[in-house]
């Protein structure tokens, strides 16, 4: 009976579970204006301890710390692009989504097709050496006979 009572009651307080949960964070300070733009520029900006997420989108303390200094330094009066110039003099160009094309960044442009282009070329030079392995060398007399007689004895045992 205590069972079926718990039960009940657990079933009529689950609708209230949903209120739970946690939920996204609500921007509280500051004008809505300033805060559109720094979440324009966070998504813009790399979070450096998260992979592949952008400020915006990171819940880190880092990514926490961050947006409080964009919001301050627009508050301040800096632009959007007087920020982003800011966090890459500071963090370097990987601190952005889509780093500008130059000689120090080439690497973040063209590396993965590089190692692609190395990986078939690799692939490529393992098959024709496999290739010329097998062609290269044929069986001899005595290891053909051994075959010949390994397959009669397995045709054998699987017809048994």
Known sequence: MKKILLSALLCLLLPLSY?????????????PEIHGRVMG???????LVCQGQSLADSNSD???DMRAQIQEMMEGGMSDRQVVDFMVVRYGDYVRYRPPF?????LL?????????????VLYANVLRR????????????QQRRAAELLKKDSGENKA
């Not at 442009?109 to 070329?121: K, Q, R």
């Open 102 to 106: 130059k000689a120090s960044t080439i």
């Open 62 to 64: 880092f990514a926490k």
């Open 41 to 47: 520029v966070s998504e813009e900006l790399r979070c």
């Open 109 to 121: 442009w063209f590396g993965p097709f590089i190692l692609l282009g190395v990986g078939v070329a």
């Open 131 to 142: 290739g010329k392995q097998i062609n290269e060398t044929p069986l001899t007399e005595e």
């Open 19 to 31: 209120q739970l949960q946690a939920k996204e964070a609500v921007y509280t300070t500051g004008a």
